[in-house]
């Protein structure tokens, strides 16, 4: 269901608390992350080395990706750590309800 560009993703309770799930909404790999009591998303392919960043691990607000250990930070995207360079896409979301709800555009 759509609500003025906004995707209903999943929800709330599927995401595990300072964590990351991977899903697939309107045909793009999407990583969701809970850290706290905030939710945020990127896409779920490392820029540097094609990883599925929801098989990595979550530190504070980044990600590590499974293969080269590049990190991204969740809440914008961009590139902590080598060999990561290129930023990740990130999305606004917003929690309503039990819902989580996408903004892809």
Same mark, same amino acid.
């Not at 809970?34 to 998303?41: L, M, N, P, Q, S």
């Given at each position: 269901?759509?609500?003025?560009?906004? &995707?209903? #993703?999943?929800?709330?309770?599927?995401?595990? !608390?300072?964590?990351? *799930?991977?899903?697939? *909404?309107?045909?793009?790999? &999407? #990583? *969701?992350?809970? &850290?706290?009591?905030?939710?945020? #998303?990127?896409?779920?392919? =490392?820029?540097?080395?094609?990883?599925?960043?929801?098989?990595?691990?979550?530190?504070?607000?980044? &990600?590590? =990706?499974?293969?080269?250990?590049?990190?991204?930070?969740?809440?914008?995207?961009r590139p !902590? =750590?080598?060999? #990561?360079?290129?930023?990740?896409?990130?999305?606004?979301?917003?929690?309503?309800?039990?819902?989580?709800?996408l903004?892809?555009?």
């Amino acid at each position: 269901m759509s609500q003025d560009n906004w &995707i209903d #993703a999943l929800s709330a309770d599927a995401l595990p !608390t300072d964590d990351v *799930i991977g899903v697939e *909404i309107a045909g793009r790999d &999407i #990583a *969701i992350y809970r &850290i706290g009591e905030e939710v945020y #998303a990127t896409d779920n392919i =490392c820029t540097h080395g094609q990883g599925r960043l929801c098989e990595g691990y979550v530190i504070g607000h980044e &990600i590590e =990706c499974p293969l080269h250990q590049g990190r991204f930070d969740v809440r914008d995207g961009r590139p !902590t =750590c080598e060999p #990561a360079e290129e930023p990740l896409r990130s999305y606004p979301v917003r929690v309503e309800g039990q819902r989580v709800w996408l903004r892809l555009d």
